[in-house]
């Protein structure tokens, strides 16, 4: 099994993403254990002085002001926990739960937090695990950390709450724990604090959706190639001239994509013959690279965010290497609450182009020859009529999503916390966001390759006649009458979903960005 090292210095996407998704096990370098064993040496000189500290000898938040005498500092920091835990609603995904966790044991690694080696071992034995904290979808309000969300996950640690096991099966998480041999963890001085205070899960998220994300775009690019070719469109705007004289690197990226889709085609270039006169393709078309070119960018910048996030260690108090235990604000999830909007908002516009194109391929006026709505018989089948209607639906919800969470706060804890970033917000909308944008890019599939199949006596392009036939053998069906429908677009989805769309593609063309 593949193993990932934590260390001081943070961790990579890559990391997150083998431990979230592949179960990867977890392990702490030497050079952590030291900085959690002599941070917990500053901690305990604190602990041990008249004067208050917060985090250390002081009750929390709006309650800070008093300090709490040494016989009361471990019931503080179970309560804390135990009070934090105030999520309600549906669970949230099991992966989303385990970059939660590896990504707060990358911060108490950082021998920042001053917590003993002892409970950052415990953080990692429940990973490799396979026990899982119930964590519930509302709670955290992106500041302080994703308080609720992780208050649930040091519960567990606790021997407290629920979990879900290896098997799947939620049980109590002491069994659990007693069943792998681990022994709950027995809080003190600030160790409560140090697991609740992290942009911890809005970060995971942010990761994965990056992940999926750069599927995503090559995928639309080539669904985009595809309805090109079916609606005989010119490649000629492809060419990395024009892109060079506006030097955006993602329109540069998309363009080169298309175009190595396209690259022997005998669709395309139609623009003179008498059955379908064009000077111009529409926008959708003819601006598909500009369009999720931008979207790429925006990824760009949302990963130099996340790598930021990733070497960070968020926590409030710090401890300093020079011993000094200090209060701050980099628990504030702004940089990356702004980035995971900013993300939504460019994936609903990447749906909505789609979308149009889509539209465009099934009106018989603007498609240039094909059948009205794509059907066998058209008035006796009605085609991808429907199928445009759901993409037209998740494309309308997608336009919701993109609404920022982040410009929106809301004062909590007495006013203490009176602002604060609706990050966890942000980011389970946005997971919402990148399974629609999936559906979304499935359904132009499925209608590109229908209309390229039924543009009989013109040869598809090399890369499109792989997707195609790549599809097909994966269940998307292609033209006929009428069916039932839901299949073949479960199947289209699966198909974009899996990868094996760009993999299709890239045997013909080499590799896309």
């Known amino acids: 099994m593949h193993t990932v090292v934590v260390g001081t210095s943070g961790t990579t996407a890559e990391d997150v993403i083998a431990v979230a998704r592949g179960n990867a096990r977890v392990e702490l370098s030497g050079e952590a254990l030291d900085a959690l064993a002599r941070s917990r040496e500053i901690v305990d000189a604190l602990a041990a002085k008249p004067e208050p500290v917060y985090g250390v000898s002081t009750g929390f938040g709006a309650l800070a002001s008093r300090h ?42 950082s021998g920042h937090t001053g917590v003993r080696p002892s409970v950052a071992q415990t953080m990692a034995d429940v990973l490799n695990a396979g026990i899982t904290p119930v964590v519930h979808e509302y709670g955290s309000l992106g500041c302080s950390g994703d308080l609720a969300p992780l208050s649930h996950c040091a519960l567990a640690l606790m021997g407290e709450g ?7 099966v939620v049980r109590p998480a002491g069994e659990l724990l007693a069943e792998a041999g681990i022994e709950p963890v027995e809080l003190r001085e600030k160790e409560g604090l140090a697991l609740l205070n992290g942009t911890d899960g809005m970060l995971g998220m942010l990761v994965m959706a990056l ?21 005989l469109g010119t490649e000629k705007v492809l060419a990395p001239e024009l892109h060079a004289i506006r030097p955006h690197p993602g329109q540069g990226a998309s363009a080169a994509n298309m175009a190595a889709v396209l690259k022997g085609s005998g669709l395309t270039g139609h623009f003179q013959e008498e059955s379908a006169p064009r000077v111009q393709d529409a926008y959708s078309v003819r601006c598909a690279p500009q369009v999720a070119g931008a979207g790429r960018d925006t990824m760009a910048h949302a990963a130099l965010v996340a790598s930021r996030e990733l070497a960070a260690a968020v926590d409030n108090p710090v401890v300093l290497p020079d011993g000094r235990v200090e209060s701050n604000g980099n628990f504030h999830g702004a940089p990356v609450a702004y980035v995971l909007d900013f993300l939504a908002i460019a994936a609903a516009d990447l749906g909505s182009i789609a979308e149009r194109r889509t539209d465009r391929l099934l009106d018989k006026n603007r498609s240039h020859g094909l059948p009205p709505f794509l059907a066998d018989d058209a008035g006796v089948d009605s085609g991808l009529m429907i199928a445009q209607y759901t993409q037209a639906a998740l494309v309308s919800e997608m336009k ?23 990050g966890w917000s942000a980011a389970r909308k946005l997971r919402t966001a990148v399974d629609n944008l999936t559906r979304i890019v499935a359904i132009e599939l499925y209608a590109a390759t229908r209309a390229i199949e039924l543009r009989h006596g013109l040869t598809a392009a090399p890369a499109s006649r792989a997707a195609i036939e790549a599809a097909r053998a994966a269940g998307v ?3 006929g009458p009428d069916r039932f429908l839901a299949p073949d677009l479960a199947a289209a989805d699966a198909f974009v979903r899996s990868g094996a769309l760009v993999a299709a593609v890239e045997s013909v063309t080499g590799p896309l960005a």
């Open 211 to 231: 992940a999926d994300l750069g599927k995503l775009y090559t995928s639309a690019d080539i669904t985009a190639a595809l309805t090109l070719e079916a609606l």
């Open 162 to 168: 629920n979990a879900e096991g290896p098997d799947g």
């Open 68 to 109: 709490i005498s040494p016989e009361l500092r471990a019931q503080l920091q179970r309560n804390i926990v135990r009070s934090h835990a105030a999520g309600m609603g549906p669970r949230v995904e099991r992966e989303v739960v385990r970059a939660l966790m590896f990504l707060r044991l990358k911060t108490v690694a």
């Open 477 to 479: 069906e292609g033209p």
């Open 400 to 422: 919701r999503l993109a609404v920022p969470a982040s410009a929106d706060s809301i004062p909590s804890s007495a006013m203490q916390e009176d602002h604060v970033s609706m």
